[in-house]
């Protein structure tokens, strides 16, 4: 048996830093414990954030515009700190690294906020009149949660991508099972999700907040003992570097030779001599025409080594260059999900808070809590992705030829147009529900939108292997992560009172 099928091609290495095993490293042996990790995570996210705004609300008192601004500015901040650990696991850390210190600040976080909930001093005392927190008991709520946020944002980049590293991609038959881990892992947070805005929001209102944010807190301590039991199992990429500093490198490059004449000849244009790009794992890059000026970077002159060593602030090689045109090539495409972001922030505020003016009974005895209204998220999901798999997709491919029915770009046109109705349908909600007043609604009113909601978010999104790992340039890694939540999320509307 040759060395090629005894260790990876891709570069992946053991815990021990030797070239990873194929037998005895990687794949599902290793995947399984990086799905119960996201599983356990997003219960312990979803279980917290899912009825975010009704704690903020009945703990600490705030209004609905106050509360519904912070759970948006938390969840903008949760979205923004993947840039920092993406950075820090391309450039120095690696994803196993910056996932486990990471996940201990999630923890840390997670277990100030069920202290901040149910420890006398710390949780706000309440009476008839409602509760009447201090700043401090305040402040120790959002030190908590901005802990969380900080924390998710070693994990939120890191773990799909670290479950791809399971994989060999020059393994025609790992390559294959890349793509079910996938949907494997999808399913996982699906389920942690589940779970969540069903049984965990029903004990946070009806047997207690403590207990409410104590089971995610246990769930998120669950979530790190499954990632280090795998570890010896794991194969590891060396961090490579980071790709948002090669782009800042052309950027400075290209200004710093401004007045440089660019070559007719595009051949004189620098380029590394091996036949992939200095990222471990990425190709090189052919070059094209348009964004010209920044071919600047790449023309050598004199002034370009530094005692004779060729600085990299002053000589960028074709590939660096043509990876920060992509990046400007995509920006519009990735400006449109911004507002798709803001729609799809309504979920976790507005949508709760006309939840709680309705009537909730499920028969007699039952009550349903307005934020599990969530969990037409995840049933629509999984409806509206059956539906579209089985029935869309082969009925499209008959008038387009494509094999998915819809190319990407036109996925997220329908995606976009489906999410108009959503708000439209939660809008004249809105104004039925205020016209109806004090006579509470059925929740049945409010499933138009939330059926509208997620079936634009599946059509966007659609299968995750499509969508998380194989569209995101080679070169991103990491850092293509956490894709265009990133300004959506805080940029969510000030909202008049429900």
């Given at each position: 048996?040759g060395?090629d099928?005894?260790?990876?091609n891709?570069g992946?290495?053991?815990?021990?830093?030797n070239?990873?095993?194929?037998?005895?490293?990687?794949?599902?042996?290793?995947?399984?414990?990086?799905?119960?990790?996201?599983?356990?995570?997003?219960?312990?996210?979803y279980?917290m954030?899912?009825n975010l705004?009704?704690?903020l609300q009945?703990?600490?008192?705030?209004?609905?515009?106050?509360?519904?601004?912070?759970?948006?500015?938390?969840?903008?901040t949760c979205y923004?700190?993947?840039?920092?650990?993406?950075?820090?696991?391309?450039?120095?850390?690696?994803?196993?690294?910056t996932?486990a210190?990471?996940?201990?600040?999630y923890?840390?976080?997670?277990?100030l906020?069920?202290l901040?909930?149910s420890?006398?001093?710390?949780?706000?005392?309440?009476?008839?009149?409602g509760?009447?927190?201090?700043?401090s008991?305040?402040?120790?709520?959002?030190?908590?949660?901005?802990?969380?946020?900080?924390?998710?944002?070693?994990?939120?980049?890191?773990?799909s991508s670290?479950?791809?590293d399971?994989?060999?991609e020059?393994?025609?038959?790992?390559?294959?099972?890349?793509?079910?881990?996938f949907?494997?892992?999808?399913?996982?947070?699906?389920i942690g999700?589940?779970?969540?805005?069903?049984?965990?929001?029903?004990?946070?209102?009806?047997v207690?907040w403590g207990?409410g944010?104590?089971?995610?807190?246990?769930?998120?301590?669950?979530?790190?003992?499954?990632?280090?039991?795998?570890?010896?199992?794991?194969?590891?990429?060396?961090p490579?570097?980071?790709?948002?500093?090669r782009l800042v490198?052309?950027?400075?490059a290209?200004?710093?030779?401004f007045?440089?004449?660019v070559?007719a000849d595009?051949?004189?244009l620098?380029?590394?001599?091996?036949l992939?790009?200095?990222?471990q794992?990425?190709?090189k890059?052919e070059h094209?025409?348009?964004?010209?000026?920044?071919?600047?970077?790449a023309v050598?002159?004199e002034?370009?080594?530094?005692?004779?060593?060729?600085s990299?602030?002053r000589?960028?090689t074709?590939?660096q260059?043509?990876e920060?045109k992509?990046?400007i090539?995509?920006?519009?495409?990735?400006a449109?999900?911004?507002?798709?972001?803001?729609v799809y922030?309504?979920m976790s505020?507005?949508?709760?808070?006309q939840?709680?003016?309705?009537?909730?009974?499920?028969?007699?005895?039952f009550?349903?809590?307005?934020?599990?209204l969530s969990l037409?998220?995840?049933?629509?999901?999984?409806?509206?992705?059956?539906?579209?798999?089985?029935?869309i997709i082969?009925?499209?491919?008959?008038?387009?030829?494509?094999?998915?029915?819809f190319?990407?770009?036109?996925?997220m046109?329908?995606?976009?147009v489906?999410?108009?109705f959503?708000?439209?349908?939660?809008?004249?909600?809105?104004?039925?529900r205020?016209?109806s007043?004090?006579g509470?609604l059925?929740p049945?009113?409010?499933?138009?939108q939330?059926?509208f909601?997620?079936?634009a978010s599946?059509?966007?999104t659609?299968?995750?292997?499509?969508?998380?790992?194989?569209?995101?340039?080679s070169?991103?890694?990491?850092t293509?992560?956490?894709r265009?939540?990133i300004?959506?999320?805080?940029?969510?509307?000030?909202?008049?009172?429900?």
């Amino acid at each position: 048996m040759g060395e090629d099928e005894i260790y990876t091609n891709d570069g992946t290495i053991d815990i021990h830093k030797n070239p990873a095993n194929k037998k005895e490293t990687g794949n599902w042996k290793a995947c399984r414990f990086i799905l119960g990790t996201e599983c356990c995570e997003r219960l312990a996210y979803y279980g917290m954030s899912t009825n975010l705004v009704n704690y903020l609300q009945i703990r600490l008192n705030q209004g609905n515009v106050t509360a519904s601004n912070n759970v948006t500015n938390w969840s903008g901040t949760c979205y923004i700190t993947p840039l920092i650990g993406a950075f820090l696991a391309d450039a120095y850390l690696g994803r196993y690294w910056t996932i486990a210190g990471f996940s201990i600040l999630y923890v840390f976080g997670m277990t100030l906020l069920t202290l901040s909930s149910s420890v006398n001093g710390l949780k706000p005392v309440c009476d008839k009149d409602g509760c009447h927190p201090t700043v401090s008991q305040t402040a120790v709520c959002f030190l908590a949660l901005y802990l969380i946020a900080l924390g998710t944002g070693g994990i939120k980049p890191c773990v799909s991508s670290f479950g791809a590293d399971q994989f060999d991609e020059t393994d025609e038959t790992e390559k294959k099972k890349k793509s079910s881990f996938f949907n494997w892992f999808y399913l996982s947070i699906n389920i942690g999700a589940l779970i969540a805005s069903s049984v965990l929001v029903w004990i946070q209102m009806n047997v207690g907040w403590g207990w409410g944010f104590g089971i995610p807190a246990a769930a998120m301590a669950i979530a790190i003992v499954f990632f280090f039991s795998g570890t010896r199992l794991y194969r590891f990429q060396k961090p490579g570097g980071s790709p948002l500093t090669r782009l800042v490198q052309v950027l400075v490059a290209s200004m710093r030779k401004f007045n440089v004449k660019v070559p007719a000849d595009k051949s004189l244009l620098h380029e590394t001599a091996s036949l992939e790009c200095n990222i471990q794992g990425s190709r090189k890059l052919e070059h094209t025409e348009k964004f010209r000026f920044f071919d600047k970077a790449a023309v050598e002159i004199e002034t370009d080594q530094i005692k004779g060593i060729m600085s990299p602030w002053r000589l960028c090689t074709v590939t660096q260059i043509e990876e920060l045109k992509s990046i400007i090539r995509l920006l519009p495409v990735w400006a449109t999900g911004i507002v798709f972001a803001t729609v799809y922030g309504q979920m976790s505020t507005m949508f709760v808070l006309q939840g709680n003016t309705l009537d909730q009974h499920i028969g007699p005895h039952f009550e349903i809590p307005s934020a599990s209204l969530s969990l037409f998220d995840t049933v629509s999901v999984i409806f509206w992705t059956i539906i579209y798999d089985r029935i869309i997709i082969p009925c499209a491919r008959k008038f387009t030829g494509h094999e998915r029915g819809f190319t990407q770009l036109q996925r997220m046109g329908i995606g976009l147009v489906i999410s108009i109705f959503a708000m439209a349908a939660a809008g004249i909600f809105e104004v039925i529900r205020l016209a109806s007043e004090p006579g509470p609604l059925s929740p049945g009113f409010a499933r138009i939108q939330f059926l509208f909601h997620h079936s634009a978010s599946a059509t966007i999104t659609e299968k995750p292997e499509n969508h998380t790992h194989k569209y995101l340039f080679s070169f991103l890694h990491s850092t293509g992560a956490p894709r265009f939540d990133i300004i959506g999320a805080p940029l969510k509307e000030k909202r008049k009172k429900p």
